[in-house]
């Protein structure tokens, strides 16, 4: 049985209270909106499915395995990602395995004593949380559940419980509530201060801080930086944040940040200019009628 809306009207944490209370098996998939000019009952804009942006996979009620539509999520990059492989070694396997399914692969690793099994289950478990905590942020776009979907035969399933998902996505909500008050633009960039002082000093970073700290220079935005580390708004503004509170790093604003912000305004004033006309005739044609 397959179910469609819009996550303006059903969110996606209300998606897996329903999934999880009917332990159901299948697929949730959530598309860009394409406009089709029509308006729904609530005078809302109707939107028709397009490109996938994810797919989420459950199996008796326990979320199994998640997937970006833009990201590959092959083993390597999940590995790599999470610190298992270096740069060298991602790039290496990457090469070398690219016909090679995650299933194989993973065996091929462990033999190789490059990972060990708890770190694969580790790494997937969190790669698949991640994609899902993210999309409860999504407030607007097509999706569908269809029961008869099942993950791809290639790629490692781990089964989760969707109650710890559900109160854990709630959380961080919140937590990306407080995070874009203090951290509201991200088109801001970052520097390095010019008085450190003692602040570098046996300091100790996870490797996800060190991979931020690794672009931060005055050229590059917050939202440049994580887009080339693969990070949402939650998991960017969270480092960006502990790390200004530490003082090793500072806010400024990029070259020719100015010059962007007044060519948008420019551009929303001259695309509003014609709906004001618009509007205007309208009026004049509605009292004509009146007369």
Known sequence: MALKGNLRNFSTTQLLNLINLAQKSGALTIYE??????MDALGEPK???????ASVFFRGGKLVHAAMGEQDGNLASVLHKSGKLNDRQATVIRERAANTGDKALALLLIQANYVTQADIVTSVRQHTLDIVYDLLTWDNGPFLFDDSKTPPEDRITVPIELENVIIEGSRRMKELERLNEELPNLDLALKFPEDPGDKFKGIQLSVEEWRVVSFVNPKNSIRQIAKANNMNDLEIRRIVYGLLQAGLVELIKPPGMDDKARQAMGARRRKEAPQIKKTVVNKLIDRIRTL
């Open 33 to 38: 909106g394409i406009p089709t000019g029509e």
């Open 47 to 53: 939107y028709s499915p397009g490109k996938d942006r």
